[in-house]
């Protein structure tokens, strides 16, 4: 009774549906965020008679033959590359990436990881952070008697004290850019690492080689799409309740055999 297993794979397929999607609800309000989709594929076919196959009957050629499928499995978990909206917040450290590309930041192993999270702090020394306290690569640190700083679109960030009126630069936020943005490996804390599938970091100026610009005082929302996923989520519990009932029916099929008499 194969569709046993072909329908336990199903239910299994639809709950790695669901729990992406509510790995995207639970993420709405987090900066920066995309959203996933649970992508899948069929598994392989028993070949009960090839395609092709001569029948032995007349020497004719069989058009189609019969091949019997035995299920899904998980394909991927994509990310679905989109530009959330700019919440404005007014935040000198709040910077938002208008188009593509990542801050790129240190851990505290030395590993570089990447970030679209533009939600900095400063330290007790001046050294802009993330909100976990990642060092923000190129290291930028700002003067204990700054009186406020400014971020133009291209990096640049200048400090202004209260004896000059004209700002002094003091560092330069860079962008990191992959080829295959959606092959980094999720670290979770709105990280990224570099993978062989994403490619290597090209590191630049905002604004060049296809990477956006840098907007102050605003952040990144959530790209993702609550309706969407609202709907997805339906489709994905029929789609678990569909195939359950295969296993229920091919249960009182395999019950009505052994009360045969």
């Known amino acids: 009774m194969r569709a046993l297993k072909i329908a336990a794979t199903g239910m299994l ?6 729990e992406t999607i509510s790995n995207n609800l639970a993420n709405m309000s ?11 594929a069929d598994l392989h076919y028993q070949q009960m008679t090839r395609p092709g196959a001569i029948n032995a009957s007349d020497g004719t050629v069989l058009p189609t033959g019969v091949q019997l499928g035995l299920g899904v499995r998980p394909a991927a978990v994509s990310v679905h590359l ?6 404005a917040t007014g935040g000198d450290l709040d910077l938002a990436i ?8 240190t851990l505290p192993s030395g590993q570089t990881a990447y970030t679209r999270d533009g939600a900095l702090k400063r330290t007790g020394e001046g050294l802009i952070v993330t909100s976990d306290g990642y060092a923000v690569a190129p290291e930028i640190v ?9 971020i133009n679109g291209d990096g640049e960030v200048y400090a202004y004290f209260a004896d000059a009126a004209a700002g002094q630069l003091i560092g330069q936020f860079d962008l990191t850019g992959f080829s295959n943005p959606k092959g980094l490996e999720a670290l979770g804390s709105n990280l990224f690492a570099e993978t062989d599938a994403s490619g290597p970091p090209v590191v630049t100026t905002p604004g ?3 990477l956006g610009t840098l907007r102050q005082g ?12 609202i709907t997805d989520l339906i489709a994905a519990q029929r789609g678990y309740e569909m195939n359950s009932k295969v296993i229920s029916a091919a249960d009182q099929m395999m019950g009505a055999m052994t009360q045969i008499r």
């Open 13 to 18: 397929a639809q709950q790695m549906r669901v």
């Open 30 to 40: 987090t900066t920066g965020y995309n959203a996933r989709r649970a992508e899948f």
């Open 82 to 87: 989109a530009q959330g909206s700019l919440a």
């Open 98 to 105: 208008d188009g593509n590309g990542y801050f790129e930041v």
């Open 142 to 150: 700002v003067p204990e008697d700054a009186r406020s700083i400014s």
């Open 208 to 210: 060049l080689d296809g």
């Open 218 to 229: 605003y952040l990144e929302e959530s790209s993702v799409d609550a309706v969407r996923e």
